[in-house]
T-cell receptor
């Protein structure tokens, strides 16, 4: 069983389109994250949700809108895609916030290519 | 603000060589430290973690790391690398008991010559 699963694995789309990436975890965790990994492999946190509530929003353009319908899901919707949005997006989860609870488990990643 | 520095961007070794990857963090209080590995085309997997106790932490696949509080360091080591260790290695820190995110270093690419 995949602990943190993301769909789709690959996404190629044109500039200006709107797209969504879905994430689900079956670990019973309370906290979920979205990270962006750029072409230089640098990982930067975008959002964090705890029990469906947004707790971290790291100065991400408001074209990016996360949605957490329940604790097990955190989806990422991106409006008006730009070339610079091309990256690998990783979903992750942890049991909670603070200390040992922040050990994160990562999904397989979604490679987004904007053309 | 918390930050994590990995000064080695790309390390190239021959099989059976010993490995040490540097990691330094900036935060004066309690920290939780992690090393993650990303094999080509794959997601991040946890190698090892430090929360408290013995500063020498052993992880999977023969890796270990030592937390040196006075140096703000958490270097990753392996006595004898294999070709299959070729991957990107990320050091990460979560600072404080209530901090709710992990900050990653910029990663070190490890290439092993067979």
């Amino acid at each position: 069983d995949t602990a943190v699963s993301q769909t789709p694995k690959y996404l190629v789309t044109q500039m200006g389109n709107d797209k969504s990436i879905k994430c689900e975890q079956n670990l019973g965790h309370d906290t979920m994250y979205w990270y962006k990994q750029d072409s230089k492999k640098f990982l930067k946190i975008m959002f964090s949700y705890n029990n469906k509530e947004l707790i971290i929003n790291e100065t991400v353009p408001n074209r990016f809108s996360p949605k957490s319908p329940d604790k097990a899901h955190l989806n990422l919707h991106i409006n008006s895609l730009e070339l610079g949005d091309s990256a690998v997006y990783f979903c992750a989860s942890s049991s909670g916030t603070g200390g040992r609870n922040t050990e994160a488990f990562f999904g397989q990643g979604t490679r987004l290519t904007v053309v | 603000a918390q930050s994590v520095s990995q000064h080695n961007h790309h390390v190239i070794l021959s099989e059976a060589a010993s490995l040490e990857l540097g990691c330094n963090y900036s935060y004066g209080g309690t920290v939780n430290l992690f090393w993650y590995v990303q094999y080509p085309g794959q997601h991040l997997q946890l190698l090892l973690k430090y929360f408290s106790g013995d500063p020498l932490v052993k992880g999977i696949k023969g890796f270990e790391a030592e937390f040196i509080k006075s140096k703000f360091s958490f270097n990753l080591r392996k006595p004898s690398v294999q070709w299959s260790d070729t991957a990107e290695y990320f050091c990460a820190v979560n600072a404080g008991s209530s901090a709710s995110k992990i900050i990653f270093g910029s990663g070190t690419r490890l290439s092993i010559r067979p």
